[in-house]
């Protein structure tokens, strides 16, 4: 943790307050004391030489400045991790060493690196796709950097809809070539990070035919620059597509082909292969494994967005802790602003679901290990729930991590809003996470197939699988008893959820009997249909939060292990608040009941209230990770914000040359 030797004395003040070990809680986030000092260890080598400084600040920086920037300090940082980038050789190895090269890039990147891809997509998907020999030739050179990718699936004109992708790979058996093809301005590829102007390879998703027909999406390994020139190659017309809201070092771009040929060769074979006569035989058990790079990302996902929530509340919670205002009792200096309860309402819910994503983030990680392992044994059967599970996951994950991290700008005032507060770059990037890998909405809609599949066989009484168990209770004709245990609030949140999913069957099957088709029975209930996916994925999500953190402090000391139940109780409080209409609906909660929950969460935001700042110190997130003036482990907060102010470039001479040319001519009614 940087330490400076001036410590503002509000933060020394509640460091002293806190009572439970911070370590033993940081031990407790990595997964172990092992992980945090192999952590550390790599924080340490990427971090302590200042290589991620930038020449002068990157938001003062044009846009094109700000990319070379962006390239010159990916450079710098690749070689300072190649080894744990090499280790990224298979995707069980998303372990520590993963995540440390996810917190230390930020130190490096305020928005994110031209090689995000590489690393997010590009490599995922070779890993997954490829058969063994193609996985020999290709997986070494991009591990290696040797050739830099990037993963182009989304189109001008379709990125939810994959089956709707327009470019075209057609097989030539004459010269055993794909021919690549864009034939509408809807095709062409849009959006992949780094295509721009950075990689020369790229992974293409486009309709594959042979013999005349369509076998629907898959990729292909596509060369589009020269490899020693950097041109783009004959038949590719390629560019970047402009400034966005945030991710604009990461020079996303579009791409076209005229007729471009590729070997047969480079068609990712893993899943089907199209034979040198063109025959095409279809090699998968399950028809959306080529949909596999998606769902990876769509699991990290999850742990990115407890990253940076932890990094936006201990921005604020710090900044809370100094920052005085108001004077509600005359007679006393003004209170720091974190001593108002509502200003607490803000900030420990997003401490408590920074933890509630992350221990989810490792369980789905290990869930997702144990799919991939079946699946190589030819086992796909738990594909479509793992599909539903994460989607559901990174739809709440994300949307919700955006939302807080929102809520802790607002819990920063004004100075929040100040790009050197650091939290305006963590909102434009997840807000974007929402989007990306399959937007909230239709992730939902996603989960919500499988739960109306579920519940036809709960009502069969067939077997259920593990994350729809409790709708196997759905059919007892009664309201759930409400109970405000931890437990109980956890089986009246799966009871709401099934009561969602039981509305939405009765109200497919009502608009079917009256009439209308499946597909528009399906498509008029499809705002109750997201609101029910969104309940089973936060049930799931309570569940394993409390689960896990049961399961994580068994072995704790008295004071850790009652802090983190407090903040899983918060969070169970705060959601049955949240949804007290649902809780009214489907279980026998009364407005007493209500009343006394309102109390008890405004009773433990108390308690929790003198642990604030040691527990996000808990998160041990540097300085140079967090990049932020209000957030710093010192709390020297005026003096920073003052000295980033003097950095403008507007500061750099006393009048500004605007004021003479049209200023003073209005001034001097000259105009
Ligand atoms: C030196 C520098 C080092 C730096 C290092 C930094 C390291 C950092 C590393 C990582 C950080 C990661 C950051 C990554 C950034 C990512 C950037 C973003 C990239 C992208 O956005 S890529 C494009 C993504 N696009 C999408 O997600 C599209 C979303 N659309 C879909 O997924 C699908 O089209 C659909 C699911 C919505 C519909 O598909 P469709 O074919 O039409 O299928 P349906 O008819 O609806 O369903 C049929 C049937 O299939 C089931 N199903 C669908 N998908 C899947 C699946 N993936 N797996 C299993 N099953 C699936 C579906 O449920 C149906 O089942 P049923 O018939 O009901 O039983
Ligand atoms: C920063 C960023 C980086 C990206 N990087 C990449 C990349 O590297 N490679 C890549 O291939 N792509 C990339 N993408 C594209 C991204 O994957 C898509 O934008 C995303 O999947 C959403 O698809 P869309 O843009 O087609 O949205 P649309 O599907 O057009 O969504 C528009 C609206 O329609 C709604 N909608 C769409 N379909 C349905 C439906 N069936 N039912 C109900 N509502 C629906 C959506 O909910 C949304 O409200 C990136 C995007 C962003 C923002």
């Known amino acids: 943790m940087s330490q400076t030797t001036e410590v503002n004395p509000d933060l020394v003040m509640e460091r002293a307050k806190c009572n439970f070990n911070v370590l033993e809680v940081t031990h407790l986030i990595d997964g172990g004391e092992q992980n945090t000092l192999q952590r550390k260890k790599i924080e340490n080598i990427a971090l302590n030489d200042g290589a991620w400084k930038d020449p002068i600040g990157e938001e003062h920086m044009t846009p094109k400045e700000k990319y070379e920037n962006s390239v010159r300090k990916t450079c710098i940082y690749g070689s300072i991790v190649k080894n744990e980038l090499a280790e990224l050789s298979g995707m069980e190895s998303f372990g520590m060493n993963f995540l440390a090269v996810r917190r230390t890039a930020d130190a490096f990147f305020k928005e994110v690196t031209p090689l995000l891809q590489q690393f997010g997509q590009f490599v995922p998907t070779i890993l997954g796709q490829c058969t063994p020999e193609q996985l020999s030739c290709w997986l070494p050179k991009a591990l290696g950097l040797k050739i830099i990718g990037t993963y182009a699936q989304t189109e001008l004109g379709h990125g939810t809809f994959i089956r709707g992708l327009e470019t075209t790979a057609t097989y030539d058996p004459e010269t055993e070539e794909f021919v690549l093809h864009s034939p509408t301005l809807s095709s062409y590829k849009w959006w992949a990070g780094g295509l721009g102007k950075t990689v020369n390879y790229c992974i293409v998703v486009a309709q594959l035919y042979t013999k005349g027909e369509c076998h629907g999406t898959y990729p292909f390994m596509v060369p589009i620059r020269d490899e020693d020139t950097h041109m783009p190659l004959p038949g590719i017309k390629v560019g970047e597509i402009g400034p966005k809201m945030g991710y604009n070092t990461g020079d996303n771009g579009f791409l076209a082909f005229n007729n471009y040929r590729i070997p047969r060769e480079n068609m990712l074979m893993k899943h089907a292969q199209v034979l040198k006569d063109g025959t095409y035989v279809k090699v998968a058990r399950h028809g959306k494994l080529t949909y596999g790079t998606m769902v990876f990302v769509r699991v990290v996902l999850v742990s990115d967005a407890a990253f940076n929530l932890a990094k936006a509340c201990t921005i604020a919670v710090r900044y809370s802790a100094i920052r005085r205002q108001s004077r509600p009792r005359p007679e006393e200096p003004e209170p720091q602003v974190l001593d108002y309860a509502t200003q607490q309402h803000k900030l420990f819910i997003a401490i408590a679901t920074a933890h509630a994503f992350q221990l989810c983030s490792v369980w789905l990680w290990d869930s997702y290990n144990v799919v991939l392992a079946q699946m190589k044994d030819g086992n796909t059967d738990t594909l479509t729930e793992f599909h539903a599970l994460s989607s559901g996951m990174k739809a709440i994950s994300t949307s919700d991590s955006a939302q807080l991290i929102e809520q802790c700008r607002h819990a920063c005032g004004g100075h929040g809003y100040m790009i050197s507060s650091g939290i305006p770059n963590l909102y434009n990037y997840v807000t974007a996470t929402r989007t990306l890998e399959g937007d909230y909405t239709v992730l939902l809609l996603q989960t919500a197939r499988f739960l109306v599949k579920a519940y036809e066989q709960a009502e069969a009484k067939k077997p259920l699988t593990p994350s729809v168990a409790y709708l196997a209770h759905a059919f007892s004709g009664r309201k759930t008893t409400w109970d405000s245990s931890p437990d109980g609030i956890i089986r009246s949140f799966q009871a709401l959820a099934a009561g969602k999913i039981a509305a939405c069957v009765r109200n497919i099957r009502k608009r079917m009997q009256a009439g209308l088709s499946q597909v528009d029975a399906w498509e008029m209930s499809t705002i ?46 705060y959601w049955a608040l949240e949804r007290t209409g649902d809780l009214l609906m489907y279980t026998s909660v009364s407005e007493k009941d209500l009343v006394d929950l309102q109390e008890a969460y405004e009773e433990l935001l108390l308690k929790i209230r003198p642990n604030a700042v040691g527990l996000v110190d808990a998160f041990d997130l540097r300085d140079e990770i967090l990049h932020s003036t209000l957030g710093s482990y010192d709390g020297r907060v005026y003096e920073r914000l003052m000295e980033e102010a003097l950095k403008s470039p507007l500061n750099k001479e006393p009048v500004n040359q605007a004021h003479f040319k049209y200023l003073k001519p209005l001034i001097q009614g000259k105009l």
């Open 528 to 573: 109750q249909l997201v609101a029910a996916a969104e309940a089973h994925s936060r049930a799931v999500i309570a569940d394993t939060y409390r689960r896990e953190i049961v399961r994580l402090t068994a072995n704790s000391s008295p004071n850790v292990k009652a802090v983190m139940e407090q903040l899983t109780i918060l969070y169970l409080y």
